[in-house]
């Protein structure tokens, strides 16, 4: 069973970019929330997909926005790219109530 | 929204001693509490999980109780060794899986030899 990948490892981009992060689900997990975790803070939901739809949302504005591919596969994309978007992206698949985490991908903006 | 409350901010104990993490809720709807276990650089681990339908679970060391009358929920390590020494956070859901967590923001536990 392969758990859950997240690329790339590390990403730096200045102000005002786009970026677009991805993630392989645990195999048969159909749900994907991804998650934001700021430096010594607890993760913060963004949003879930289940079965390629927007299942949920957390406090973030629109230019986060998501994607879910047929085989369950994500992706996170960030418009616009402001400072405090640096942090910790992570992303976690579930099937039922547990949710698994990938090793997330540390985007830095200059 | 839910709110979850974490403390201590950061714990020292003892090794082979017992270390104790309490998280208040404020959502009467959730009924799914994880914890987790991060190391430095590294993914959230699950380490244990409750729903609201039991009041307590162990699994070998480590062990969760819950309160739903006063929504608070508190995570039990006993005989502490130093490959405990991690951040902890708490989690609360309405439907697992099938929903965001509301986490924590974290207890650094560190075990002294």
């Known amino acids: 069973e392969t758990g859950v990948t997240q690329s790339p490892t590390h990403l730096i981009k200045t102000r005002g970019q786009q970026v677009t992060l991805r993630c392989s689900s645990q195999s048969g997990h159909n749900t994907v929330s991804w998650y934001q975790q700021a430096l010594g803070q607890g993760p913060q939901f963004i949003f879930q997909?289940?079965?390629?739809?927007?299942?949920g949302r957390g406090n973030f504005p629109p230019r986060f926005s998501g994607l879910q591919f047929p085989n369950y596969s994500s992706e996170l994309n960030v418009n616009a790219l402001e400072l405090d978007d640096s942090a910790l992206y992570l992303c976690?698949?579930?099937?039922?109530?547990?949710?698994?985490f990938g090793p997330g991908t540390r985007l830095t903006v200059l | 929204g839910e709110n979850v409350e974490q403390h201590p901010s950061t714990l020292s104990v003892q090794e082979g001693d017992s270390a104790v993490i309490k998280c208040t809720y404020s959502d009467s709807a959730s009924n799914y509490f994880p914890w987790y276990k991060q190391e430095l650089g590294k993914r959230p681990q699950l380490i244990i999980d409750?729903?609201?339908?039991?009041g307590e679970k162990k699994d070998q060391r480590i062990a969760v109780t819950l309160n739903k009358t006063a929504k608070h929920f508190s995570l039990h390590i006993t005989e502490t060794q130093p490959e405990d020494s991690a951040v902890y956070f708490c989690a609360a859901s309405r439907r697992g899986g099938a929903d965001g967590l509301t986490f924590g923001k974290g207890t650094h536990l560190i075990i002294q030899p």
């Open positions: 976690a698949s579930s099937l039922a109530y547990e949710q698994f």
């Open positions: 409750i729903r609201s339908n039991v």
């Open positions: 997909y289940y079965r390629e739809e927007e299942n």
